[in-house]
């Protein structure tokens, strides 16, 4: 069955400090992968997907994932954090019959000045 | 364009009252899900559907029914609220043309059972 795995609940950097926020799949079928960001009492919005078109994908707001098959893994990156980015991330798997998105637990990105 | 639409956005609830959150999409979407997110848990699957006219168990059903009443809505029943029901409601979409296709979500529904 498909599932992902997020590793660190809560995530802390300086602002203009490179942000790595890791997920980790396992999937028994090529993974459609997804990171979604949620600001606070917001719902989800998608930042990025993989979809098997590129295995660097670039999202909105300067974010990209490298979608790596012999680590199974799809880590967020950003270059330079801003504030803007303090956030709850989720980084989600396609479920095998592809009807529906299995999550991880979330990474909160904390940002300071 | 609204996307998904959620009501209400917050409610409260007594231990064994009923209500039922209503979600509608404008996007023509044939896939439509409820999840649940609690604190460390991320989002849970309650139900879903893939089209209209049909509905599935996701991972967390218990407690809760479905309706999708056409393409455009698809409501979630609580029949008899309890505690651990407490939590926030998300609303999905997604055309199922291709199974890379994202979700589309509403702002939330927070439910306080009391």
């Known amino acids: 069955a498909q599932s992902v795995t997020q590793l660190g609940s809560h995530v802390s950097v300086s602002e203009g400090a490179l942000v790595l926020l890791r997920c980790n799949y396992s999937?028994?079928?090529?993974?459609?992968l997804f990171w979604y960001v949620q600001y606070p009492n917001q719902g989800l919005q998608l930042l990025l997907k993989y979809t098997s078109a590129a295995t660097l994908v670039k999202g909105i707001n300067g974010f990209e994932a490298e979608f790596k098959k012999s680590e199974t893994s799809f880590h967020l990156t950003k270059p330079s954090a801003h504030m803007s980015d303090a956030a709850e991330y989720f980084c989600a798997v396609k479920n095998q019959a592809g009807t529906a998105l299995i999550f991880g637990k979330g990474t909160t990105l904390s940002v300071s000045s | 364009n609204a996307g998904v639409t959620q009501t209400p956005k917050f409610q409260v609830l007594k231990t064994g009252q009923s209500m039922t959150l209503q979600c509608a999409q404008d996007m023509n979407h044939n896939s439509m899900y409820w999840y649940r997110q609690d604190p460390g848990m991320g989002l849970r699957l309650i139900y879903y559907s893939a089209s209209e006219g049909t509905t599935d168990k996701g991972e967390v059903p218990n407690g809760y029914n479905v309706s999708r009443l056409n393409k455009r809505e698809f409501s979630l029943r609580l029949e008899s609220a309890a505690p651990s029901q407490t939590s926030v409601y998300f609303c999905?979409?997604?055309?199922?043309?291709?199974?890379?296709?994202?979700?589309?979500f509403g702002q939330g529904t927070r439910l306080t059972v009391v």
């Open positions: 999905a979409s997604s055309g199922h043309e291709s199974k890379g296709s994202e979700a589309f």
């Open positions: 999937s028994s079928v090529p993974p459609y």
